[in-house]
Every structure is written in C-alpha cells, then in structure tokens.
C-alpha cells in the first residue's frame, strides 16, 4: 500500500450553474447536500434503492435502482454532469462504472480505502500517522493470538460495514474470543488495542481539484449507545492539539489526492498524542454544526470541491453545540425542541422513528469564544438535555 493514491484525471474546469451533480445515496447527508447545491445554482439527481428517501424529496430528479446494477448505473450517468456519494456502503464497482462515464469525486479508490478498516488503517500508517495498535484477522486462531498480544481489553471489529457501533466487539478477557467470532460478520476482522482516550474529535477537510484545502476547526464528540449524541464546536482542547488535528486531516486528503469532503475522526488519549481512529470521505454528523455557526457549511464545501468552485476559508463565526435527534424518544420531544427559545431544529424527512434511527438535529449558537462549560451546555440544550 504505498502512502498517495494517483491524482484525479481532468483539468480544474469549474461546471457552471445549471449542472447537475449525481448523488449516490439517499440519506440525510445527500438532502442536506442537495439543499446546498440549489442555493449554488445547481440541480441533483439522486441514485437510491429506496422510493422514498431524504434526499430525493429535495433533489430535482431521482433514480430509484441498486447501486451495483450496470443499466441502471449508465442510465444515472447519462444524465448528471459529476457524481459524488454519501456513504461509504455502496458499491466500489458501481462507482467504477460511473467514473468511465462521468467524473466521480472523491474518486472510488478513496471509497475502497474507507470501506475496508484493514486498508484504511495501513493507509493511515502508511503516511506516516499514528493509529491505535491494530492486528489483522482472518481466523479464529488468529483472534486468540492478536488479542492475546494486543491485551486484554480490547476490540475485534468487521473490516467492512461497520458503522455507529455496528460489527465490533469488546474481548474483555478470553472467554469472549469465540462468540465474537462467531458473532462479528462478514470476517476478515481486526483487533484494535483499547485507547486510553480523554476525548474523541474530528476534523472536516475539504479539498478542490487544484489541491486547495480548508479545514474546519476540531471538534469533540459524545457518543451514547455507539452514535453520535453531541458535539461541541470548537473541541476543548489545546491550540497546539487543534493545530495538529487540522494538519493530521489536510495531510491524509492530499494523501488520498482527494477531491471533495472527508471527515477524519481522532483520539486524543490521555497522555496529549493524537491517533486516527476513521476517515469518512463525505459529509459527516460532526460537522451539521457547520450550517447554522459558518459561512459556508460542510454541505457548501462538498458541492464547491466536487464541482470544481474555488474554496472559501472554513471559518465559524459562533461557537456551537449539536445535538442529534434519535429514535422515537427523541421526537416525541420535538413540539417542545420547536417551543424551545434558541435551538435551531433540523428535520430530515424521515417517515419513520425506529430505534437507533437519526431523524434530525438541533444547533445551538454561542457567541464565538463564549462556548459554556457542562453545566451551560446542558441548560442550553433544555429539553434535549441529559
């Protein structure tokens, strides 16, 4: 694995307003990148399976096919002038296939490295970062010996399709070797050492068909049942920490020779170091602050990279805390959130408020520099407090 893919084929020709961008996937991400794009002029065309999505309720036309089927595919493209995605899980092959036709960005060699923890982690290495102590594996045996190695605890995970906490397992001592095995699917696997973290952040970059890049700043995150709960805008960290966070995430996008948007997601253990924990090469939770405390927000970015627009500094003109809406017991609280002076409600359209489902957010604003402690953070969020 050698530490740049290959640059992007094509000069930086801008595509003029009245283009449409395709957009494989039609979740949140792609609504709120949709909604972006019309305020820049620009049309989406959105490829999903599901017949009622976010992002096509908002977008100008819609495919509703596999992502993996070649007629369906070519149809897409024929009719869109650029095509980006918003998830990892869908196929490397089908974007393959549209990149013959028409420029997909980022491009699906970025995809492969972020849909494989195994290769996304040697790429990580590979340039020259830190990552928690990892270990492949393909068979029983070899979870006992790389646990065994790494020491007790630590996490066994899929090396594909896992995400909010999906495909992973805790070995808190021998005994749980064999059913995480037998549980954890599809395999090969890896076993990552536990980290000794104060915190978690990430860091959105974006970066345009000339290489130009702007880094939001460091944020942390909160999770509660493996997905995320808030961030907090900027993290609470040290200056030297936010500068080498920016820095870990502009040097793995000119790495990957990356047009468009990436998260990348970071521990900082207890001792000040920072590892790189996952990169998302796409809009991401951390960053839905972005729309209500930026200039232009992470969805604004995406758009102006993928289309070839120039980049505007990423800068905040407030201070933030997100929260995210989950599942029924969060929105059986939104006439309230709607009461509730100061917070900013985002909907995502979704019909239905299953368990574990993220079905909006809300943003509250702080004067930039006036981000409050716990106690400030908790009477903001009101009635989304915990």
Known sequence: MTATLPSPLGAPQPLPPGS????????????????????????????????????????????????DDPETLCGFADAVDVVTFEFENVSARGLDLLAARKPVRPSPAILRVSQDRATEKSFVNAAGLASAAWVPVNTREDLFRAATALGFPCVAKTTRLGYDGRGQAVLHDESDVGAAWEHLAPRPLIVEAFVDFASEISVIVARGLSGDTA????????????????????????????????????????ALNLVGLMAVEMFITADGRLLVNEIAPRPHNSGHWTIDACPASQFEMHVRAVCGLPLPEAVRHADAVMRNLVGPEDMALWPDVLAAPGLIPHLYGKQEARPGRKMGHVTRLFARGGLPGELGVQAALGVLAR
């Open 215 to 254: 880094a939001f700043d460091a944020v942390e995150n909160r999770h509660r049942a493996h997905i995320l709960d808030v961030t907090l805008a900027p993290a609470r960290i040290t200056g030297s920490q936010a500068e080498e966070a920016q820095s870990i995430a502009s040097r793995l996008a000119a």
């Open 20 to 67: 449409t961008i395709g957009i494989v996937g039609g979740g949140q991400l792609g609504r709120m990148s949709a909604m972006a794009a019309a305020r820049l002029g620009y049309r989406c065309h959105i490829l999903t399976p599901e017949p009622d999505s976010p992002a096509a309720d908002v977008a100008a036309a819609a495919t509703i096919g596999p992502y």
